[in-house]
């Protein structure tokens, strides 16, 4: 029970322990003390249920899906995280930064969870990461072994994605310069342009 529980934990954690877009807007959120709660608790809730359906099963048939038409959705996704970069660059640029205190508000909740359920859904590593990787190593427990192994990997996801939310909240103080700000923004493009690359390879667009 404990070991399928803690190797759950420990594998969703190291695969989840990365800088990709989903992680990069979470801290930016963070920093901004943008509807922090509500953007972890989506993400974890978002990658726990992609964790559930591919322990369930799922994750045979998603598989040759992924296999068919992994091209177009490289693709895609890499023109998404491109187009998500420059406008990372744009806002570097322009320097009209507004300080954390009083852009805690300035974006709506829907409109914040909508561009993290893209972050979220359009990468196509989150399937093959949570669904595929974690729902096949999960066929080697048994009965209530396997739950507890789902209960360790979707408890990586909510710690994980509080801790980085809330730990980033911390660095607000930092955060009020505007050199802090486009350096900032200037990173995160970078980061989008490199997963944007890497996704276009993958899919053979370059």
Not at 21 to 30: D, E
């Amino acid at each position: 029970m404990l070991s399928a529980f803690l190797t759950g934990l420990f594998l969703g954690l190291s695969l989840i322990v990365a800088i990709g877009a989903q992680n990069a807007f979470v801290i930016r959120s963070g920093i901004l003390r943008n509807h922090i709660f509500y953007i972890a608790l989506f993400c974890a809730i978002s990658d726990s249920l992609l964790i559930i359906i591919g322990i369930a099963g799922i994750s045979f048939f998603l598989k040759d899906f992924m296999n068919e038409f992994s091209n177009i959705i490289f693709g895609f996704s890499a023109l998404w995280l491109f187009s998500y970069g420059l406008l990372r660059i744009r806002s570097a640029l322009i320097n009209n930064y507004i300080t954390a205190d009083n852009n805690s508000k300035s974006s709506s909740l829907l409109k914040a969870i909508s561009i993290v359920a893209v972050f979220t859904f359009v990468n196509p590593h989150v399937y093959l990461d949570t669904m595929i990787l974690i729902g096949s190593i999960s066929q080697q427990f048994l009965d209530t072994n396997r739950i507890y192994f789902a209960i360790g990997a979707c408890t990586a996801s909510f710690i994980w994605f509080f801790s980085i939310a809330y730990g980033a909240k911390l660095l607000t103080p930092i955060m009020q310069k505007p050199t802090h700000w486009r350096n900032l923004d200037l990173l995160i493009a970078l980061i989008m342009f490199v997963i944007a690359f890497n996704l276009a390879s993958q899919g053979n667009w370059v």
